[in-house]
């Protein structure tokens, strides 16, 4: 099985998302964030950042996964609200209020797309797992492979091959805080094909 | 509306009973936008903890972002703030037992949204005028405010329950020589303050939880 490493920040929806038993099966070692500069990443063939992190300490450790990327790794970045890292090449993240309620009205649609359904990652999850809100619009470099994307305006899950020498997916969907705090049920449907496609196909 | 003073909180407040509020390093604080929450409330990085001089400080809150591996290694510092006397406000999940006499947190098994309402056990000052369905709704959706509870000591006050009675908040004079203020909400200080997030917020009685939170930490210091 390949090796995918998890940043653990310490926090309790954390604690949660990555050490429930279906989810921790599929990494093979949490770091602790502040470890994460210090970190031998290469003993692991991907890295997964979770959303909600402490950004002074994860700016802290910058180098360290850059040069991971530049060695060919593969890195997998989360997004809650908060400005994902400025330091990840490629990266052009715009700002969106957050609507958790659109679901009440009847007949209401998130807004949510696909533009190839026949990517193995929808053999894993369906559009609809990926549905609960997201946290504002990415804008992928020129050749970057957007798997999820809002309707007519940007990506919300996209995976670049063309920054570095490595893979880098960069989302504005959390999954792991909502599945972490018990809130959100799309959210552990998500995970559940999320992490199996990650290190299988992914990696 | 122009700040007095930074958000970092690096210049003197006016006021002598000084709050200090973990920041979880996730940006700017947004309650920080409000000038009552401002004027008294500074933020301290969390991993400023370990060498922060905390003896000005009357309060301490923390909420559900916060990393409580940091706050376990830092649990002894935490026991001496509060048998000084002090008031400590946490609002989220407890994971790790650094908060004297809590329980790590047990979820509930959620069949309906009615499994989300939140009762009022006792009046509190902090919830007055407050409307229990603005506790169990924020724009219509049920379940922020609790989906689950920290389990308390024996002896404390219970505040507000689940309808199984799970006590979703709680003070505890018990445990410490100061007092310990239990929330299960993520933030219980910035819970209701839906227009520092959305300008077209509706209106909620839960935006008194704030400026009653402070008010209530200033009765209980001075």
Redesign the interface.
């Known amino acids: 099985m390949k090796k995918l490493a998890a940043v653990y920040g310490g926090s309790a929806p954390h604690h949660r998302a990555l050490n429930e038993p279906k989810y921790r099966r599929w990494l093979s070692g949490l770091i602790y964030l502040p470890d994460l500069p210090g970190a031998d990443l290469d003993g692991f063939d991907g890295l997964l950042i979770p959303e909600r992190l402490h950004r002074g300490k994860l700016d802290e450790a910058a180098g360290s996964v850059l040069a991971y990327l530049d060695r060919g790794g593969t890195v997998l970045v989360f997004s809650g609200g908060e400005h994902p890292p400025v330091w990840l090449p490629g990266l052009k993240w715009e700002h969106r209020p957050t609507n958790f309620w659109w679901w009440l009205e009847p007949g209401a649609d998130l807004g949510l797309v696909c533009h190839n359904p026949d990517h193995s990652l929808f053999g894993y999850i369906e559009l609809d797992d990926a549905t609960w809100h997201y946290h504002g619009l990415l804008h992928p470099p020129e050749g970057a492979e957007t798997l999820i994307a809002l309707r007519d305006e940007g990506a919300l899950l996209y995976i670049d091959r063309v920054s570095t020498p490595g893979t880098l997916l960069v989302t504005t969907l959390d999954p792991l805080y909502h599945f972490g705090s018990y809130f959100m049920p799309a959210t552990e449907r998500f995970l559940d094909g999320f992490l199996p496609w990650v290190v299988r196909e992914l990696l | 509306m122009k700040p007095t003073r930074s958000p970092s909180g690096s210049s003197s407040p006016s006021k002598s009973a000084r709050i200090a509020m973990l920041d ?4 700017t604080m947004p309650h920080m936008k409000y000038d009552f929450i401002r004027e008294r409330v500074e933020s301290l ?3 400023e903890l370990p060498e922060a001089e905390l003896s000005p400080y009357v309060a301490l809150m923390i909420t ?7 706050l376990y290694r830092e649990r002894k510092r935490i026991q001496d703030f509060l048998d000084s006397g002090k008031v400590l406000v946490f609002s ?5 037992e650094w908060l004297p006499g809590a329980g790590t ?1 047990v ?1 509930k098994e ?1 069949r309906s949204f009615q499994d989300y309402e939140i009762h009022k056990a006792k009046d509190h000052p902090i919830f007055e005028g407050v409307e229990t369905k603005d506790l169990t709704f924020r ?3 049920a ?2 405010f609790a ?2 509870h920290n389990p308390p000591p024996e002896g404390v006050e219970v505040i507000l329950t689940l309808p199984g009675g799970e006590p979703v908040v709680y003070v505890d004079r018990r445990s410490t020589r100061g007092v310990i203020f239990v929330s299960a909400c ?1 933030d219980l200080l910035g819970f209701g303050l839906d227009r520092l ?2 300008d077209d917020a509706p209106e909620t009685t839960a935006s008194l939880i704030a400026p009653q939170l402070l008010a209530w930490i200033e009765k209980e210091t001075s």
């Open positions: 979880t390093g996730l940006g990085d969390m991993y559900g972002n916060v990393d409580q591996e940091l989220g999940h407890l994971s790790r947190f979820p959620i724009r219509g959706v379940g922020f989906r689950g993520y997030y959305s």
